[in-house]
């Protein structure tokens, strides 16, 4: 018994050495492996790395791992010309295949979010317009607030008015509620289920172009496909899906 009780204890040490020893592995890895994406990347900052799944030691003898959760802060995109931070990206990796030194990291498949802020999105709304929150009701079909002065956003869109109109329309704002979306080449929509009617005739298609628009997003991850949005309190959610996604070499 007495053998018994030290070959138990002997066990019990080896496995703890062997924990200690794959966690120590892991640290490095996943260090190693963000700044290898930073880099490969570009990224102002460097983002956080998080390897899942135990024993790590024996994932890498495979060169595959089977969970990576990456997390940055933000990133900047240009959004109609004008830059805008993307903030909370998160990506889940599965399947990554790598090699001993980590210049090479490939994802089977990426899961990927990131927010933009209505106050980033009014930067590349048309002139005069401000993009916001909608309200929880209206939220929930994916539908935000547009809202810009009537003189401002007509003459943003190169309408010409002259001083006794302008005089007229003075002051009047403009609100619409418009349901976001996504096209088919990741490109963010912008459609008004309805208008006011002006008290000028004539104006109507004016106003209409600059409420209803298309946002291109630049600066996203190539290899991930935005295939949904959501309108929250305080930005617009995005995510989507990608196949072998090279994060680094």
Do not use: W
Not at 4 to 9: D, K, N, S, T
Not at 67 to 77: I, K, P
Not at 107 to 116: E, K, P, V, Y
């Amino acid at each position: 018994m007495r053998a018994l009780r030290i070959l138990l204890i002997i066990v019990i040490v080896l496995g703890g050495i062997f924990v200690a020893a794959d966690r120590i592995a892991v640290n490095i890895a996943e260090s190693k492996a963000a700044d290898k994406i930073r880099n490969s990347q570009h990224l102002g900052s460097t983002p956080d790395v998080d390897i899942k799944g135990f024993p790590f030691l024996t994932q890498v003898l495979g060169r595959e791992l089977d969970e990576v959760d990456v997390s940055l802060s933000g990133v900047t995109a240009t959004a109609g010309g004008h830059s805008v931070n993307v903030t909370e990206v998160t990506a889940e990796l599965y399947a990554v295949r790598i090699d001993s030194s980590f210049s090479s990291v490939v994802a089977g498949r990426a899961d990927g979010a990131a927010n933009i802020s209505y106050a980033d999105l009014s930067k590349a709304a048309p002139k005069g317009a401000t993009v916001g929150y909608a309200g929880a009701e209206r939220a929930a079909k994916g539908q935000v607030k547009v809202t810009g002065p009537l003189t401002d956003l007509l003459e943003g869109q190169g309408v010409t008015l002259p001083a006794s109109i302008k005089a007229m329309l003075q002051g009047q704002k403009v609100t619409a509620y418009s349901t976001v979306a996504l096209n088919g080449s990741g490109a963010v929509q912008l459609r008004a289920e309805s208008l006011p009617t002006l008290p000028v005739p004539g104006f109507d298609q004016r106003l209409r172009k600059a409420v209803d628009y298309d946002l291109k997003i630049d600066g996203m991850p190539a290899s991930i496909k935005l295939d949904k949005v959501v309108a929250g309190e305080s930005g617009l959610r995005f995510s989507g899906r990608g196949t072998e996604v090279h994060l680094a070499g």
